[in-house]
T-cell receptor, first 110, second 114 residues
Framework: SQQGEEDPQALSIQEGENATMNCSYK?????LQWYRQNSGRGLVHLIL?????REKHSGRLRVTLDTSKKSSSLLITASRAADTASYFC??????????FGTGTRLKVLA | GAVVSQHPSWVICKSGTSVKIECRSL??????MFWYRQFPKQSLMLMAT?????????EQGVEKDKFLINHASLTLSTLTVTSAHPEDSSFYIC??????????FGPGTRLTVL
């Protein structure tokens, strides 16, 4: 069964706005990663956050992790048209086998 | 981060032929590699775990005779789609585990079976 469910499934925003995507999972995890995938292309690693971490930043990206709620969020600030892509969370339930969420399709309108 | 490559990046083949996809860890040794499959507009689903020097372990519902996995060295795993059919057309992505917490994904291989 799929570990991660992402919300929303699709998101359309204007350039310059912030985009927030949420990921919920079912079991205890070792760590969680966020990936971006442009249409028809491979995965691009964004951020890894470990279970003992609550927040991480990378450029315009901010990831939070709430293990008590089994959820994570990815915030992209000041979005750009180039941020248009699908975003996936992937969780490691202490098995080293990452399980991917359903993904959020983000569209940033210029 | 570490680099994982896949070859080819895309392949088109006729129905009934076999296709081999390579996954290489370029700057680290990976005792464990993973193979994922992604259908259009869907998420990635784990197919199998490839362990160097031993048999691969397959996820439920994945045909081991259909998807042959060989992990002959610490830097190379191969996935062979045997007797491919149009329904096997998909995006295949591998990942390699460098350490306990670090796993890196390849760029993916798009397979189209005519």
């Amino acid at each position: 069964s799929q570990q991660g469910e992402e919300d929303p499934q699709a998101l359309s925003i204007q350039e310059g706005e912030n985009a927030t995507m949420n990921c919920s999972y079912k079991t205890s995890i070792n760590n969680l990663q966020w990936y971006r995938q442009n249409s028809g292309r491979g995965l691009v690693h964004l951020i890894l956050i470990r279970s003992n971490e609550r927040e991480k930043h990378s450029g315009r990206l901010r990831v939070t992790l709430d293990t008590s709620k089994k959820s994570s969020s990815l915030l992209i600030t000041a979005s750009r048209a180039a941020d248009t892509a699908s975003y996936f969370c992937a969780t490691d339930p202490w098995t080293y086998k990452y399980i991917f969420g359903t993904g959020t399709r983000l569209k940033v309108l210029a | 981060g570490a680099v994982v490559s896949q070859h080819p990046s895309w392949v088109i083949c006729k129905s009934g032929t076999s296709v081999k996809i390579e996954c290489r860890s370029l700057d680290f040794q990976a005792t464990t590699m993973f193979w994922y499959r992604q259908f259009p507009k869907q998420s990635l689903m784990l197919m199998a775990t490839s362990n160097e020097g031993s048999k691969a372990t397959y996820e439920q519902g994945v045909e081991k005779d259909k998807f042959l996995i060989n992990h002959a060295s610490l830097t190379l795993s191969t996935l062979t789609v045997t007797s491919a059919h149009p329904e096997d057309s998909s995006f295949y992505i591998c990942s390699a585990r460098e350490s306990v917490n670090e796993q890196f994904f390849g760029p993916g291989t798009r397979l189209t079976v005519l």
